[in-house]
């Protein structure tokens, strides 16, 4: 890899919980995002993948500041250098920070889908977001149809589009490609390495390991809240040897075209999270240490990890 | 533990409501016919130690006029919500489990009713059977029964598709046997609540109707005739015919509405989420 | 928009075969409820008259009620004349009936049309302001003073209006649609609007309630949704929120609720006459119903029913307009 450009999202042990009462006034905290880190530069794209219950989209809504107001969040997100706070959140979203959200059910049913990607924006942005229109091979009427008239590759193109009505720099990608055929998939996935190469920063969340690592420079593996694991997509396609945590190479080996072996348990849920490392309770190569104390992030050959026992 | 349940909360309060609401109407029916029987000498008598309420033109003291009038309103009320939530029963069980026809018959008929304003039809129905308690006990009955009907219907049809219905009539158990085993069980709380959820609504619409003339005889103690009748006196300044009775009939409303509300947090906890 | 009218002309056809089919039974049930009643519409007729009735007048009302002929028959004969005009003729009022509907209509219609736009208005305001400040102070406030309303009569809320604001205050008159002693034709539109104020006010705070709790929620679920969530992630305040898509998606289901509450509206109009002595179809119906006039009575019913049916039709028209699924699975 190249001299590492300057950081444009910097995510440092950011936690997630949720106030939850149960049993009456009983007070618990629930947390699903746990000291989590990620580096997100220019140009490049960056797959958070995991399995679905991971709390990736949470993510999202952290990075946005749209999370609902019981949320309780931790940590530190730098954007461009500067400390994230709501107030430039408030500022920086829907201009520098925009999302691309999962399904045409974050479309208003009852507004025509031109309007809607046009947004809010003052002065209006509609000739705009009509070359957009026309960049995504989206017919001249489409902007008069309503949400529930758009085929599923259209909303997906009619999604991106209103991200990119307004310049942003990041761009953070909510799961794009479920329920797409796979040339849809492949064409959204184009789309977003276009983005990246015109020198803007996408976040993929998804769970399709295997198209994130053909289209993203690097891949966070997420699991139970937090990233086990971030290394160049390249390391995924040289296969499990140059991975570094157990839980990305079994992931790897889940995959159909690699013997589709899963590791037997489950991802613990958020009420339960073991003590120490999160993977520990399904790791062939678990310690004492690892069931004793969560282990940090280290550099371990090009990539972070969150293991003791990677090298 | 520290605080009380919410429930045991519910019970206390529907406890203390029922009481009272027990208390008021006891009241209603023991106060002799003579006690409200009014003399010249104290006609239109402001509110005072003596008459709480003041009196009325005619003497009258109104605190016990108010207290009759509350005790026939709810007679009235319980009186005209049963028969109203009998109606419901059979008219929501008979759509739900009849052909579609009888369901689309039911639907109709629940238009028809809503088709027309309640005071008008309640008119109509109490001008039919020549004014007085049966006119205004058939008219409150026959408006009242539509929206627990409706609620009714859609929760058999619910519990129809429920398995272990299904698995009863696989055994081979008969329409009868499942309505009485699985059915009213089920259906008795929301019955309940229904009615008590009425009763404030059929309180009001009997006092609508007094008002109007329609209800109990003038001479009676109801609380719309009482208002009626204090209009007369409006523009002379007695304030408190008007004033008195009607906010402890809102009161009482509101009590039996909490009752109400509690009752439902008691029978149906589900519902009462909100 | 081809569609949208084929679908319109559908509902629209649909619905006024069920309307016919409610006002018949209406007619029916109300004729066979008022021939079962002990009050006998001829005889009520000629006794309002004193001696004064001569055979012809008396012939001719019995035969419009058809005196000795089967029900049905006559059920019947008295539908024909109905659908032809005639009304019968009232017997406190000594004149057609269908001319008294005809004028009481517009003052009936004056009050509930004021009281359906301020109670509509009011209450989609404060719907909004609750499901915008949901479980906070302003909405917990408010919804107890639905609640509070929804239990009050509003009979008395009318009479507590004219003890404080007429008798009291003297600002607005004890009640009549128009200074006494003043000829129809010469009373201003500012005197009938003065005239109107305390009933429609009364009118619409006992129906802002139901308006002002179902927009409140519809709100809540607007801003509870998905698109609402991608809105704030592009950076939408809660203004632009409420003006962009919350307005858009709360204002059509509140405007077809009230279409179809127009009965609550009737019944409301009849109380709030009742208690302001305002000259309209509520006062009417209640002098017709104590003083046994059945032809005015009937009239009225078969009235009420038809005025509840048109708010109904007009309701499940706009459901079409709101919704543009709707309006495409016409196409």
């Not at chain 1, 769970?207 to 593996?221: Q, R």
């Not at chain 3, 400040?133 to 406030?141: A, E, G, S």
């Not at chain 3, 006010?201 to 927009?215: D, G």
């Amino acid at each position: 890899m190249e001299q590492k450009k300057e950081t444009l999202l910097e995510i440092h042990n950011l936690s997630v919980s949720f106030r939850m009462y149960d049993h009456g006034l009983e007070q618990t905290n629930l947390r699903v995002i746990s000291d989590l880190h990620l580096t997100v530069r220019p140009g490049e794209i960056v797959a958070v993948a995991g399995s679905s219950g991971s709390g990736k989209s949470l993510l999202a809504s952290a990075i946005l500041g749209i999370l609902p107001s019981n949320a309780v969040v931790c940590g530190h997100l730098h954007y461009k250098g500067r400390e994230l706070t709501g107030q430039l959140q408030k500022e920086l979203c829907g201009k520098e920070i925009a999302l691309v959200p999962q399904s045409v059910a974050f479309l208003d049913p009852l507004m025509k889908v031109g309007a809607q990607a046009d947004g809010h924006y003052r002065p209006k942005l509609t000739e705009k977001r009509r070359k957009l229109f026309e960049r995504f091979h989206l017919p001249g009427h489409t902007e008069d149809l309503y949400p529930f008239q758009l085929s599923g590759g259209m909303a997906r193109r009619v999604l991106v589009s209103a991200a990119l009505v307004t310049d942003a720099e990041l761009i953070i990608a909510d799961e794009p490609t479920p329920g797409m055929s796979l040339d849809q998939a492949l064409e959204a996935l184009r789309m977003f390495r276009e983005m990246a190469d015109e020198g803007k920063a996408v976040i993929l969340i998804t769970h399709d390991i295997d198209l994130a690592f053909e289209f993203a420079d690097t891949v966070a593996v997420f699991y139970a809240g937090t990233t086990v694991e971030t290394a160049p997509a390249s390391d995924f396609k040289k296969g499990p040897a140059a991975l570094r945590h157990p839980y990305s190479r079994a992931l790897w080996e889940a995959l159909p075209q690699n013997g589709f072996r899963p590791i037997p348990g489950f991802q613990p849920y958020a009420g339960s999270l073991p003590k120490g490392c999160l993977f520990a309770p399904r790791c062939p190569y678990k310690t004492e240490k690892c069931g004793n104390q969560i282990p940090p992030v280290r550099e371990v050959r090009g990539g972070e990890v969150r293991c003791y026992r990677a090298k | 533990m520290k605080r009380m349940n919410r429930r045991t909360g519910a019970v206390c309060l529907a406890a203390v409501l029922a009481a009272v609401l027990c208390t008021v109407y006891a009241c209603g029916i023991l106060i002799p016919e003579e006690a409200v029987t009014g003399s010249f000498l104290n006609a239109g008598c402001p509110p005072c130690l003596e008459h709480p309420f003041g009196t009325d033109a005619l003497g009258r003291d109104l605190f016990l006029r108010t207290l009759k009038g509350l005790s026939v309103s709810m007679t009235v009320g319980l009186a005209a919500s049963a028969v109203s939530a009998v109606i419901a029963v059979l008219v929501g069980i008979a759509a739900a489990t009849g052909s579609k026809l009888m369901d689309g018959a039911v639907n109709w008929l629940i238009d028809l009713v809503m088709g027309v304003p309640h005071t008008i039809l309640i008119i109509l129905i109490s001008f039919v059977l020549g004014r007085g308690l049966r006119g205004l006990l058939a008219g409150i009955a026959a408006t009242h029964w539509c929206s627990l009907a409706r609620l009714i219907r859609s929760e058999v049809l619910q519990l129809r598709s429920q398995q272990y219905v299904a698995v009863s009539r696989r055994l081979g158990k008969s329409g009868g046997w499942i309505l009485r085993h699985h059915l009213l069980p089920h259906l008795a709380p929301q019955l309940f609540v229904g009615l008590i959820l009425m009763f404030p609504h059929a309180i009001l619409h009997e006092a609508s109707i007094s008002f109007l003339g329609f209800g109990l005889p003038p001479e009676q103690s109801a609380i719309g005739i009482i208002l009626s009748e204090s209009m007369r006196y409006l523009s002379a300044g007695m304030w408190w015919p008007a004033v008195l009775p009607g906010l402890t009939l809102v009161m009482i409303v509101l009590l039996v509405d909490k009752t109400g509300d509690s009752l439902r947090m008691i029978f149906d906890p589900y519902s009462a989420q909100e | 928009m081809k569609g949208m009218s084929g679908w319109l002309i559908r509902i629209f056809a649909v619905n006024s075969i069920k309307i016919i089919s409610l006002l018949l039974a209406v007619s029916i049930i109300s004729f066979v409820l008022v021939s079962a009643s002990p009050v006998d519409p001829v005889r009520q007729y000629i006794l309002g008259l004193g001696t004064a009735v001569s055979l012809e007048q008396r012939a001719e009302i019995e035969s419009y009620w058809g005196i000795d002929e089967p029900p049905a028959e006559r059920y019947l004969g008295w539908l024909f004349e109905v659908l032809n005009g005639n009304l019968g003729e009232s017997a406190i009022y000594r004149r057609p009936v269908a001319d008294i509907i005809g004028e009481r209509f517009w003052n009936s219609l004056a009050l509930m049309l004021c009281a359906w736009i301020l109670a509509g208005g009011i209450g989609f305001v404060l719907g909004c302001v609750m499901g915008m400040y949901r479980n906070r102070l302003p909405d917990r406030i408010l919804k107890k003073v639905c609640y509070l309303l929804s239990t009050v009569p509003a009979f008395w809320l009318g009479l507590l209006f004219l003890l404080v604001f007429s008798v009291r205050l003297g600002w607005f008159p004890v009640g009549f649609s128009s200074p006494i002693g003043v000829p129809g034709a010469d009373v201003s539109i500012w005197q009938r609007l003065y005239h109107l104020i305390l009933p429609a006010v009364t009118l619409s705070l006992m129906s802002f309630a139901n308006i002002a709790l179902h927009t409140r929620q519809k709100l809540a679920d607007v801003l509870d949704s998905d698109y609402v969530l991608f809105a704030r992630a592009r950076g939408e305040g809660q203004w632009t929120i409420l003006r962009r898509h919350g307005l858009r998606n709360i204002l059509l289901p509140a405007l077809t609720l009230q279409f179809a509450s127009f009965a609550e509206l009737f019944g409301g109009s009849v109380m709030a006459e009742n208690v302001f002595s305002y000259p309209g179809l509520g006062s009417a119906v209640a002098d017709a119903g104590l003083r046994g006039d059945v032809p005015l009575l009937l009239g009225v019913t078969l009235f009420s029913a038809l005025f509840v049916c048109a708010g109904n039709m007009m309701a499940n028209l706009l459901y079409g307009v709101v919704d543009p699924q709707i309006r495409e699975a016409g196409k």
